[in-house]
């Protein structure tokens, strides 16, 4: 069965860090560009990273960079995004999504259920 | 980056059609014809309806239809059906170092 799983998310402090981890079945994972999109509490989808498959280029959304680091685990077809200094403004459901077609994310064919992330005091 | 724009909301009846309107600019709606859409039920993850502006992905029904102009995209239903009452987002390709952007989203309500 095709399918994306996330796990890792919890409750973490401010300033803390936590790695989200997205265990990918189903395809040819390292043939296509995976990316993190994230849904805070109420509000909409806000793309935050993109791993191009093989090619290992990266891309950030300007209000993660420097903190957020995407990476991938080819031989376990897994996808991983460590989040480190993390904010209240951080809080929400972090998808793991799959590009549409090879190493570009030009649209997402393939979602997560979710993993919450909640930063607090 | 700033999100693309989308009216916060829409409402129609059973069997009439509706339209979303997504406003971005020459740098990701207008110069890509990478433009996407999403239906999310609440507590769900998003759904693809739409792809590359018009296409629409097997399984997707004919009710969905995508096309653009300029710096706008637009997602039509047709037929409503209470079952399309959900939200949904556009999304684009952008040439921005982020290469992603999406929409605020729009909340359809089935009258």
């Known amino acids: 069965e095709v399918q994306l799983l996330e796990s890792g998310g919890g409750l973490v402090q401010p300033g803390g860090s936590l790695r989200l981890s997205c265990a990918a079945a189903?395809?040819?994972?390292?043939?296509?560009?995976m990316s993190w999109v994230r849904q805070a509490p109420g509000k909409g989808l806000e793309w935050v990273s993109a791993?191009?498959?093989?090619?290992?280029?990266?891309y950030y959304a300007d209000s993660v960079r420097g903190r957020f680091t995407i990476s991938s685990d080819n031989s376990k077809d897994t996808l991983f995004l460590q989040m480190n200094s993390l904010r209240a403004e951080d809080t929400a459901v972090y998808y793991c999504?799959?590009?549409?077609?090879?190493?570009?994310?030009?649209?997402?064919?393939?979602w997560g259920r979710g993993t919450l992330v909640t930063v607090s005091s | 980056q700033s999100a693309l724009t989308q009216p916060a909301s829409v409402s129609g009846s059973p069997g009439q059609s509706i339209t979303i309107s997504c406003t971005g600019t020459?740098?990701?709606?207008?110069?890509?014809?990478?433009v996407s859409w999403y239906q999310q039920h609440p507590g769900k993850a998003p759904k693809l309806l739409i792809y590359?502006?018009?296409n629409r992905p097997s399984g997707v029904s004919n009710r969905f239809s995508g096309s653009k102009s300029a710096n706008t995209a637009s997602l039509t239903i047709s037929g409503l059906q209470a079952e399309d009452e959900a939200d949904y987002y556009c999304?684009?390709?952008?040439?921005?170092?982020?290469?992603?952007?999406f929409g605020g989203g729009t909340k359809l309500t089935v009258l």
């Open positions: 999504a799959k590009a549409g077609t090879g190493a570009t994310t030009r649209y997402f064919d393939l």
């Open positions: 189903g395809f040819t994972f390292n043939n296509y560009a």
């Open positions: 791993f191009s498959g093989s090619g290992g280029i990266t």
């Open positions: 020459s740098s990701d709606v207008g110069g890509y014809n990478y």
């Open positions: 590359d502006v018009s």
């Open positions: 999304s684009s390709y952008t040439s921005s170092s982020t290469r992603q952007v």
